[in-house]
Nanobody, 115 residues
Framework: QVQVVESGGGLVQAGGSLRLSCAASGSIFSITAMAWYRQANGKQREFVANKGSDGTTYYADSVKGRFTVSRESAKNTVYLQMSSLKPEDSAVYYC?????????WGQGTQVTVSS
């Protein structure tokens, strides 16, 4: 079993910053990628950013230049540094871990950006 736990969400004013963390634990042999998604009220879950095991990173256009994804492979942990936050960034942020040919999701952490 693999457990994925996100943390770091909260309430922040527009223009502010937050850092989310996601830690994977359990029976893990090899992690291929760790990614962040988000789901706002009434909307579908959407991709935000990911970090591959080879170091490649991808970002959604809506967050490019404002969000930075980083990873501590030794700790099976991925971070999402979010800056210049906007009210439209408000959502539940989920971490997805692709490991050992399977995909795992965390429970999510709420981010609310006030205007």
């Amino acid at each position: 079993q693999v457990q994925v736990v996100e943390s770091g969400g909260g309430l922040v004013q527009a223009g502010g910053s937050l850092r989310l963390s996601c830690a994977a634990s359990g029976s893990i042999f090899s992690i291929t990628a760790m990614a962040w998604y988000r789901q706002a009220n009434g909307k579908q879950r959407e991709f935000v950013a990911n970090k591959g095991s080879d170091g490649t990173t991808y970002y959604a256009d809506s967050v490019k230049g404002r969000f930075t994804v980083s990873r501590e492979s030794a700790k099976n942990t991925v971070y999402l540094q979010m800056s210049s936050l906007k009210p439209e960034d408000s959502a539940v942020y989920y971490c997805n871990v692709v490991a050992d040919h399977d995909s795992y999701w965390g429970q999510g952490t709420q981010v609310t950006v006030s205007s």
